[in-house]
Nanobody
Framework: QVQLVESGGGLVQAGESLRLSCAAS????????TGWFRQAPGKEREFVGA???????NYADSVKDRFTVSRDNGKKMVYLQMNSLKPEDTARYFC???????????????????WGQGTQVTVSS
């Protein structure tokens, strides 16, 4: 079992940056692939980006070149650096973990068995 806790959300203006963090509780975190998803009110959960256990990354087209996913296995942390934020990035952001999601499909939420509670990001115009 892996428990994930997100932090770092907040209210920012368009064009600013935020870094979200995801802390994992499991003793050994390195075997897990990790994804970031977001969900705005009234919308479905949307893939943002993911990083495999080997450090391979995958991004949604809407955030490519603005967002960066990274991980520190020693600290059991995954990060989402968000630059040039836009009002349409406003959503609750979730960290998710799974053993082989880059094989089964890193953009599909159902492929991740472990989820955090999320952290709210609000971007004002």
């Amino acid at each position: 079992q892996v428990q994930l806790v997100e932090s770092g959300g907040g209210l920012v203006q368009a064009g600013e940056s935020l870094r979200l963090s995801c802390a994992a509780s499991r003793l050994t975190f390195s075997p897990y692939d990790t994804g970031w998803f977001r969900q705005a009110p009234g919308k479905e959960r949307e893939f943002v980006g993911a990083i495999s256990r080997r450090g391979v990354t995958n991004y949604a087209d809407s955030v490519k070149d603005r967002f960066t996913v990274s991980r520190d296995n020693g600290k059991k942390m995954v990060y989402l650096q968000m630059n040039s934020l836009k009002p349409e990035d406003t959503a609750r952001y979730f960290c998710a973990g799974g053993a082989s999601t880059f094989v089964s499909g890193p953009t599909i939420p159902q492929n991740y068995p472990y989820w955090g509670q999320g952290t709210q990001v609000t971007v004002s115009s």
